[in-house]
């Protein structure tokens, strides 16, 4: 029995699904960039996406399903690497859903993106990005040089389509920790954000997420070089709140790999940690998972610790 299963037996704790409400989406492993921290190992030479066949027949899993999926959360790598990536916000957006994109704010400015913020801002797609510091050192240590610099003017350019402004616009922005910590309190450092960011940037936006880094991938790896995984993994640990499993995304997401399999987590999918029973989304009933278990492994202390982390943040 894994660590975090061992601690849900002590506690008495029993982790099943609650009814989907999100179907995240891996779209691609590409991306522009190479973040230190980044859970997927995404990055310019990856080739892994999801095929347009595969893209139609979520489309129709999502058409004959008998309960209605509220959002369509789409990730990567970065999502508007994808040579479909347009055609499917507008598919989506004509079915009703809200849809988020995870956006790294630099790719606004990559060759091929032209128009990518107003056709965001046409479709009233949220926007999701990171930016794990409010100064360039931090950022730039992250991921990588001149990020910070590009991620400012992304901001102030979306701030001027109505991004962070506008209540159908809404634009969020994600922390997470540099090392080998628990991000602090989401509250405050929201606030911080939020003062620094439009004293020396004037950029606005709505709400800050706190996300813990998970000892997955290239942070994993990381930890590893560095001699503190163990360490990390009992801070995790050690941390653990029971109030957090409540808002667990895994309860409520279903998230679909580069070939449509099925899994409770994007964490679960870069670790191939998949339902024997349930191989690929249309395999299952959006109303048949209520009550299903999740899979669980020693990098979900990462969810659980301090505050807990989600995509949408703190937890508690
Ligand atoms: S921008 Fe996101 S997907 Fe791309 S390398 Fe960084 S963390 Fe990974
Ligand atoms: S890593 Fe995934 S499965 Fe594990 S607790 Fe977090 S969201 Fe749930």
């Not at 004959?64 to 999502?79: I, K, R, V």
């Not at 598919?91 to 913020?117: A, W």
């Not at 001027?160 to 994600?174: D, I, M, Q, R």
Request: proline share 5%; glycine share 10%; charged share 20%.
């Amino acid at each position: 029995m894994n660590r975090f299963a061992r601690l849900l037996t002590d506690n008495g704790v029993e982790l099943r699904r609650d009814m989907p409400r999100t179907l995240q989406l891996n779209l691609t492993a590409k991306c522009n960039q190479t973040c230190v921290h980044c859970h997927v190992n995404a990055g310019p030479a990856r080739r892994e996406e999801m095929s347009r066949e595969t893209l139609e027949r979520i489309l129709d899993w999502l058409d004959s399903s008998p309960l209605p999926l509220e959002t369509a959360d789409l990730t990567g790598g970065a999502p508007e690497l994808h040579p479909h990536f347009r055609w499917l916000v507008e598919q989506l957006r004509s079915r009703g859903l809200h849809v988020m994109d995870r956006c790294n704010l630099s790719i606004l400015f990559q060759p091929g993106q032209e128009g990518l913020g107003e056709f965001l801002a046409a479709h009233g797609v949220e926007i999701v990005a990171s930016l794990p510091c409010y100064g360039p050192e931090n950022v730039n240590a992250q991921r990588g040089d001149g990020v910070f610099d590009l991620s400012i003017r992304a901001l102030r350019h979306l701030n001027a389509l109505g991004y962070g402004c506008t209540p159908n616009l809404p634009l969020n922005l994600v922390y997470n920790p540099l090392g080998a910590s628990l991000p602090p309190a989401q509250q405050a450092l929201e606030a911080d954000y939020k003062e620094r960011l439009h004293e020396d940037f004037g950029v606005q936006f709505n709400n800050l997420y706190c996300l813990a880094n998970l000892p997955i991938a290239r942070f994993g790896a990381q930890l590893r070089r560095d001699g503190e995984h163990d360490s990390y993994i009992d801070l995790l640990e050690h941390s653990f709140n029971h109030a957090t499993i409540g808002g667990l995304m895994c309860r409520t997401t279903l998230n679909v790999g580069w070939n449509g399999e099925l899994y409770d987590c994007d964490f679960n999918a870069m670790l191939h940690l998949q339902r024997a029973d349930a191989p690929h989304i249309w395999d299952v009933r959006a109303d048949g998972l209520a009550g299903q278990p999740i899979l669980v492994g020693t990098h979900c202390l990462g969810c659980t610790a301090g505050a807990g982390s989600s995509c949408g943040g703190a937890l508690s």
